[in-house]
């Protein structure tokens, strides 16, 4: 298994030539079968990326997980963050493989629509760099 910083510094493209050399075949399905078992699960990138959010923001954000269950909403993204007065919603999805829901597509045009942020990420990198660019 990958772990979620080794997968940070892979393209798709170099990954799918790992598959392919560790498995001997180009075949799409065996490299997505072979990607499906080494790319850690969305949970682990939701806990790295936590983590690296509140290292890099520190007490200047509320940062959260949204807990999903009978009475939640289903499309609100993994993890929310107000920070300098604006809302981000991040739905964090596998790299190489994470496809949004037509739900999560549809929440993420109503949260921009109400002045959110809202976008689909793998990495904390790529949520840090959103926050910032809308941060004012």
């Known amino acids: 298994m990958m772990t979620v910083r080794e997968c940070e510094k892979l393209s798709y493209e170099d ?11 180009h075949s799409s399905d065996e490299i997505l079968r072979w990607l499906r ?7 682990e990138f939701q806990r790295v990326m936590l983590a690296k959010l509140h290292q890099h923001f520190g007490e ?24 300098k007065g604006k809302y981000f919603g991040f739905e964090v999805k596998r790299p190489f493989l994470g496809q949004p829901s037509k739900l999560q597509l549809r ?5 921009i629509a109400a002045g959110g942020v809202a976008e689909f990420v793998s990495y904390a990198s790529e949520c840090i760099r959103i926050m910032e660019e809308h941060g004012e």
Do not use: C, H, M
């Not at 078992?37 to 949970?43: C, I, M, S, T, Y």
């Open 15 to 25: 990954v799918r030539n790992l598959a392919a050399e560790k498995l001997g075949t």
């Open 37 to 43: 078992a080494n790319v850690p699960p969305e949970k």
């Open 60 to 83: 200047s954000a509320f940062i959260w997980k949204q807990a999903q269950g009978p009475y939640s909403r289903g499309g609100i993204p993994d993890i929310a963050v107000v920070w």
């Open 107 to 111: 929440t993420r045009k109503e949260i």
